[in-house]
């Protein structure tokens, strides 16, 4: 190596190398769908000898997948307005659905959705509320001006990464909102104006968590499509979609990355393929002065309904790991959830540059293996 050559050498790796590394820092995220809570399953949470609901079973096989994530981000598809508690048509759990999914892992909530006013202005407020009280950022639904100016959009930081989450949905069943309650509707000209406040704030990216599109569809529509290019042309780099109740397509072309539906992550909706959904999981890194979406995959889920007493109850399951061995599950439920991923994957064809993270069969706390 000649003197020159040499020189070049040594600036690269005690210039160039060191300010690589301090420079890339990354954070990550994972979004969870449709959150429901139908009658049956407000029954299976209740204890009749506390006269008190929990809902921790639901959630503790999924648990390591959002404790491992900086954000895990939920829509909430019910009100928590009080009693008389209620599932479809008109929602609205007991607190301690919101409590558990805290206690799981989830840190941040959407909550404009199709079902946000069916308990009108009480439901709407209290569920901010309650949320509120348990320290859960929200975001979607708004008491007044004042709240929506405080929590629209979203913000999330860490590792000096800041990420301005914006939330809508199509409408909210023909229900009107009261005043002075905002819900954020999917217009044109309001998440046009919302990007640009957005982009005052000075985020390293913006993500757009919308419910839209048709029920039970397992292809985006042409609305979906043109509110995604509505986004991308905007330049939200990250749209993620509910509502469906079935997993659509995820498409990762060019810096821009769109899940048209996540599916259900907990419901009662038992006809195929509505008793599964996806954790979808992203991977933000900021290199110098540029913040990219480093890594993207998902976590099939499905759910399981044993009879447990009597009674049924609700657990959310990974697919990957009971796919190896039933462990606890009957042939006939093991049966359906191995349905259940090849009907997800059937549809997953379509997706881009997306990978699907798998685990190993060791239950409980298994880790996760990213030997693909």
């Not at 003197?3 to 690269?12: G, N, P, R, V, Y």
């Not at 769109?258 to 979808?280: C, E, H, M, W």
């Amino acid at each position: 190596m000649n003197i020159k050559a040499q020189a070049l050498f040594i600036f690269f790796v005690t210039t160039l190398l060191p300010l690589s590394a301090q420079d890339t820092t990354s954070v990550s995220l994972v979004f969870v769908g449709d959150v429901m809570g139908h009658d049956t399953q407000i029954n299976s949470a209740y204890d009749k000898h506390t006269g008190t609901y929990r809902y921790d079973e639901c959630f503790k096989y999924v648990s390591n997948i959002f404790n491992d994530a900086d954000f895990a981000i939920a829509n909430l598809e019910v009100t928590l307005a009080g009693p008389p508690f209620k599932g479809y048509p008109q929602f609205s759990s007991p607190d301690a659905l919101a409590v558990a999914l805290r206690d799981a892992g989830i840190n941040a909530m959407v909550t404009a959705n199709n079902h946000c006013v069916d308990r009108r202005r009480q439901g709407l407020e209290r569920t901010a509320d309650v949320l509120d009280s348990l320290g859960v950022p929200r975001t979607g639904t708004f008491k007044d001006k004042a709240d929506r100016d405080k929590h629209n959009p979203m913000l999330l930081h860490k590792n000096g990464i800041k990420i301005a989450l914006l939330n809508y949905t199509y409408g909210t069943n023909g229900i009107p909102v009261t005043k002075p309650n905002r819900v954020n509707l999917l217009q044109e000209d309001v998440i046009v104006s919302d990007i640009v406040e957005a982009r005052k704030m000075n985020p390293n990216k913006i993500i757009a968590f919308v419910h839209w599109g048709a029920e039970y569809q397992t292809l985006p529509n042409a609305e979906q499509k043109k509110f995604n290019a509505i986004f991308k042309n905007n330049g939200v780099h990250v749209v993620i979609g509910s509502h469906p109740h079935v997993v659509q397509p995820i498409l990762f072309d060019e810096d821009h990355f769109v899940v048209y539906s996540l599916g259900n992550f907990v419901s009662n909706q038992r006809k195929a393929p509505r008793d599964g959904g996806t954790i979808v999981r992203l991977e933000l890194s900021k290199i110098g002065n540029k913040t990219i979406v480093s890594d993207a995959g998902y976590y099939l889920t499905w759910v399981h309904t044993p009879i447990v007493e009597g009674k049924k109850e609700f657990m959310v399951l990974p697919v990957s790991p009971f796919e190896q061995a039933p462990l606890f599950m009957d042939d006939k439920a093991h049966a359906r959830l191995c349905e259940y991923a090849a009907e997800a994957r059937d549809v997953y064809k379509h997706n881009t540059n997306t990978k699907e993270y798998f685990f190993d069969k060791h239950l409980p706390g298994w880790k996760k293996n990213r030997d693909y």
